[in-house]
C-alpha cells in the first residue's frame, strides 16, 4: 500500500498524510509561517508600492 505524500506550500517540503498535522505543529513550520505572513502583511501595507511585478503592469494596463 503506498502512502499519500502532501506538500507543504510553507516548508516546500513533501510529508506523508498521516503526519501532515504533526508537521504543521513544529517550530520550524510555524517559525516559516510567520515569517510568511509578515511579509505577506507588509505587501498589503504597500511597503512594496513601486513593484513592477507582470501582475501589478497587468493590472495597472486594464
Known amino acids: ?3 499519500e505524500k502532501l506538500r507543504c506550500n510553507i516548508c516546500e517540503v513533501a510529508v ?3 503526519q501532515a498535522k504533526q508537521h504543521a505543529s513544529t517550530s520550524s513550520h510555524e ?3 510567520l515569517e510568511l505572513e509578515q511579509e ?3 505587501v498589503r501595507k504597500g ?3 513601486n513593484d513592477s511585478s ?3 503592469q497587468w ?3 486594464v
Open 40 to 42: 505577506l502583511s507588509a
Open 31 to 33: 517559525s516559516r509561517r
Open 54 to 56: 507582470v501582475v501589478v
Open 59 to 61: 493590472k495597472n494596463s
Open 47 to 49: 511597503k512594496y508600492k
Open 16 to 18: 506523508s498524510s498521516s
Open 1 to 3: 500500500m503506498e502512502v
